[in-house]
């Protein structure tokens, strides 16, 4: 690791001012960004820990929306009573990130900011139509998710929450690679009135939507409904750890996964 220096500012116009100096980087839980830092694939002048910056963390309903601070943690909204009522299938979703200590110390402004081609976090924010709000502006997910770990974020800029739209249901299918527990293949549906909406993640180099599955769900909103269909296959990756026909085909049985928790959270 090579030596930088440590601000941990208390009010975000500090952490954005020090963001604005050369080369300096946001530090959430530090669960992506210290293990690289640490094998030299990332370093920087500058570390800004968002830890001690009030109103980054929390969670809250807003009429129809649900608000997750940036730097609320897996386990929190894995946990929280407000996310179960609401949209029982994310918190589903937190309950399945990493494992316990990722859980503890991973963020949800992290996640999306690092935009791993595999976390779970995407396929959710895309499919659900949440909004990123940041230290300038409000980014519709679909059009924050630019490209394998690119987001629009511009440097200096923080996530400071991210806005859920209160689905009628919605749930989550992850095939977990047994190894990282990073998705191999994830599919995220939800249904609000008569629109289906589906996002993959880990099958692709950025997450997707995936409109045959959208069009055969808005149909009919059950795991049948996708029994015979076949996804045009252009996103999907074929690398050392599954082909792309076999991703294709798990993407078909996560959705149809995905279906089955919603409903069932639904009751
Ligand atoms: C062993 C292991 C297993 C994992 N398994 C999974 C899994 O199954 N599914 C999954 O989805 N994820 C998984 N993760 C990722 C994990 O969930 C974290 O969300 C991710 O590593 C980001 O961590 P962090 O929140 O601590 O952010 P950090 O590591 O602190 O930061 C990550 C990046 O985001 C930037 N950043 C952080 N916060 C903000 C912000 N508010 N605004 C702007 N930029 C910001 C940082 O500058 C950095 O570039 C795993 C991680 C590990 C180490």
Partial sequence: MRSFDYQKPTTIEDALSVLSGEDAMVLAGGMTLLPSMKQRLISCETLVDLSAVPGLSGIAREGDRLAIGAMTRHADVAASDLVKETIPGLAALAAH??????RHRGTIGGSISNNDPAADYPAALVALGAEVETSTRIIPAEAFFTGMFETALEP?????????????????????????????????????GDVVRAAVTGAGPCVFRAPDIEEALNGSFTPEALERITLDGTEILSDMHADRDYRMNLVVVMARKAVETALKLAG
């Fill in 156 to 192: 200096g800029e923080i996530v400071t929450r991210v806005l859920f739209p209160v689905p009628d249901m919605a749930g989550y299918g992850k095939f977990a690679s047994p190894a990282s527990r990073y998705a191999l293949a994830g599919v995220f549906v939800a249904k609000t």
């Fill in 97 to 102: 990130i990493g494992d316990q200590q990722v």
